[in-house]
Structures are given as structure tokens and as C-alpha cells.
């Protein structure tokens, strides 16, 4: 069993940058692959990035490719987002998932994980 807490949105301006985190509770996070998912209003969830177990393999949406940074730290339990050049159409909520012994590549999938967060708000004004 896995909990997720997303942490570090806000109100930014186009062109500036945040770093969302997503902290995991359990003792076996290291074993989990994870993602990064947004929904914004009136819109279905789509993926944003992905990052296997290790941190060796990771994957991006090509509308936040060359922006958006996904790492994790298995010893804080944590993954982060790290997102550069905002724009308003970043404007969403942003959700953690984890699939636990499934590859990075799957986590690109907007549903089916078997974990999420709550969400945090990510709101870009022009």
C-alpha cells in the first residue's frame, strides 16, 4: 500500500518555474515506478512524465518535452517535477501516480495506476 501527497503548486507567471514533489509513504517506493499526470478543466487527464524504479528510464509528453524535468530520491520517498518556461496551457492539476514492478513505459497510460495523489493546483497566468 502506497499513499501520495503532491506538494509546490501555485500561482506563477508565463515563464517562470516550479518544482512539484510527490511524497510516498511504505518502505518499498524504490520498487515503484511513477508518474506525472495534469488534468485541467473541461479536459480529460493526460500524461506529462514518467520515471522507472531506478531513475534510469524516463518518458515525456511531447508538449512538455525540453520543459519539464521528472527525478526521484528513494531515500526521501519522493519524485519531483521540475517545471521550466511555464505556459498558461500548463494550467492544471497536477497528480502523482505509482505502479509497483511495472516498467516506466506503462506509467504513460492516463489510467489504470494502481495509486494517486490528491493533486496539487499549477495555475500560469499570461
Known amino acids: 500500500q502506497v499513499q501520495l501527497v503532491e506538494s509546490g503548486g501555485g500561482l506563477v507567471q508565463a515563464g517562470d518555474s516550479l518544482r512539484l514533489s510527490c511524497a510516498a509513504s511504505?518502505?518499498?517506493?524504490?520498487?515503484?515506478?511513477m508518474g506525472w499526470f495534469r488534468q485541467a478543466p473541461g479536459k480529460e487527464r493526460e500524461f506529462v512524465a514518467a520515471?522507472?524504479?531506478?531513475?534510469?528510464?524516463?518518458f515525456y509528453a511531447d508538449s512538455v518535452k525540453g520543459r519539464f524535468t521528472i527525478s526521484r530520491d528513494n531515500a526521501k520517498n519522493t519524485v519531483y517535477l521540475q517545471m521550466n518556461s511555464l505556459k498558461p496551457e500548463d494550467t492544471a492539476v497536477y497528480f502523482c501516480?505509482?505502479?509497483?514492478?511495472?516498467?516506466?513505459?506503462?506509467?504513460?497510460?492516463?489510467?489504470?495506476?494502481?495509486?494517486w495523489g490528491q493533486g496539487t493546483q499549477v495555475t500560469v497566468s499570461s
Open positions: 511504505g518502505r518499498t517506493f524504490s520498487s515503484y515506478a
Open positions: 501516480a505509482a505502479g509497483q514492478g511495472v516498467t516506466a513505459w506503462s506509467m504513460t497510460k492516463s489510467d489504470g495506476h494502481a495509486y
Open positions: 520515471i522507472s524504479w531506478s531513475g534510469g528510464s524516463k
